[in-house]
């Protein structure tokens, strides 16, 4: 199947800075690629949703110019967390959509941020 | 978007078969259900999709009912490693993916 690779897979960063994410698509073109963000114990909870030359799309109460998505090639979408705070601490989640029909969604590794 | 119910949790032995089912009632036609399996700290894991009557590969099995109303998740003889949180989505070709609560299986020595 599909394969798509998150970097990094674990972060630890001091409060005020910044991280990025990437989500690449190794084997195929995902125009259109989803970021999600998972607590403890609970479900994938989608953010954003991002299209390749064009502004990424946010589900309601997810902050943009928090967390900066872009989706500048076909097979690269990045998630920046600025000015990060303890409670952005989570483990994220990218995924890319199969061309097809069948809507499969193909998932990365995941990232732990743990912000200080 | 169709939305997905399943049940929270779920428990089993080593060498059981385990059935989850899933009810989606508002599938739209173009809506393929796709199950998916989730360790901790790891990013979900395809298992299998379906669109109608029964679709069997070398880990599962996923049974389809005429209305596809619901679908059921059939594991073959569990294993500890099967302990893991299942989805279940109904996923279409422009739908946004979301995720429902899941089943949290256990699978006990």
């Known amino acids: 199947g599909a394969v798509v690779s998150q970097h990094p897979s674990w972060v630890i960063c001091k409060s005020g800075t910044s991280v990025k994410i990437e989500c690449r698509s190794l084997d195929f073109q995902a125009t259109t690629m989803f970021w999600y963000r998972q607590f403890p114990k609970q479900s994938l909870m989608l953010m954003a949703t991002?299209?390749?030359?064009?502004?990424?799309?946010?589900e309601q109460g997810v902050e943009k110019d928090k967390f900066l998505i872009n989706h500048a090639s076909l097979t690269l979408s990045t998630l920046t967390v600025t000015s990060a705070h303890p409670e952005d601490s989570s483990f994220y989640i990218c995924s890319a959509r199969d061309p097809g029909n069948t809507g499969e969604l193909f998932f990365g590794e995941g990232s732990r941020l743990t912000v200080l | 978007l169709a939305k997905t119910t399943q049940p929270i949790s779920m428990d089993s032995y080593e060498g059981q078969e385990v059935n989850i089912t899933c009810s989606h009632n508002?599938?739209?036609?173009?809506?393929?259900i796709t199950w998916y399996q989730q360790f901790p700290s790891q990013g979900p894991r395809f298992i299998i999709q379906?669109?109608?009557t029964k679709v069997t590969n070398e880990v599962a099995s996923l049974f389809i009912p005429a209305d596809r109303k619901s679908s059921t998740l059939s594991l073959p003889r569990v294993s500890l490693s099967d302990t893991a949180v299942y989805y279940c989505?109904?996923?279409?070709?422009?739908?946004?993916?979301?995720f429902g609560r899941g089943t949290s299986l256990i699978v006990h020595p």
């Open positions: 991002s299209n390749e030359g064009s502004k990424a799309t946010y």
């Open positions: 508002n599938i739209a036609t173009n809506d393929y």
């Open positions: 989505l109904a996923l279409g070709g422009s739908y946004i993916p979301t």
């Open positions: 379906g669109y109608k």
